[in-house]
């Protein structure tokens, strides 16, 4: 019997593979993955940092602590985020429509993931009026 190759469509990589693809199908849209802990304040304010050593998720009220989150820029320099949980429960999406009220961001819960195609889901934060789509991005998952 042979396994199917990593690279073959629809066998999703392993998972220590897997934000490498996604980062590659990104840059093909003209995205770059900017870092893989976040703070949704810097979707507003670029500039926010942290006091102490990084990212924290206990002193943070916009830490994102969703599985597989990512903090992304486009070719035009917009941040926006991804997160790709295979799960998420009521107060993790309360905490999101919380923050995102407060920060005056956008939300979309999309079923295609760039992640892990089939296993996840993808949440795309974004600001108000943001032109980011995931169309392009599942456009790319079924070639």
């Not at 304010?45 to 486009?74: I, M, N, Y």
């Not at 760039?114 to 009026?129: D, E, K, R």
Request: proline share 6%; charged share 20%; with cysteine.
């Amino acid at each position: 019997m042979t396994m199917p190759d990593a690279a073959e469509p629809g066998y999703p990589p392993s998972s220590g593979d897997r934000t490498d693809v996604q980062a590659a199908r990104a840059r093909v849209l003209g995205f770059r993955l900017v870092q893989n802990q976040i703070c949704l304040k810097k979707l507003v304010d670029p500039a926010h940092r942290h006091s102490g050593a990084g990212v924290s998720t206990h002193g943070c009220p916009f830490q994102f602590r969703l599985g597989q989150s990512r903090l992304w820029r486009t070719a035009a320099g917009e941040l926006f985020a991804t997160a790709e949980p295979e799960q998420v429960d009521l107060a993790d999406l309360e905490w999101l429509q919380t923050a995102s009220r407060e920060l005056g961001l956008a939300v979309t819960l999309d079923g295609r993931s760039m992640y892990n195609p089939g296993y996840t889901f993808t949440i795309l934060i974004t600001q108000q009026g943001s032109s980011v789509s995931l169309d392009p991005l599942a456009r790319g998952l079924s070639s």
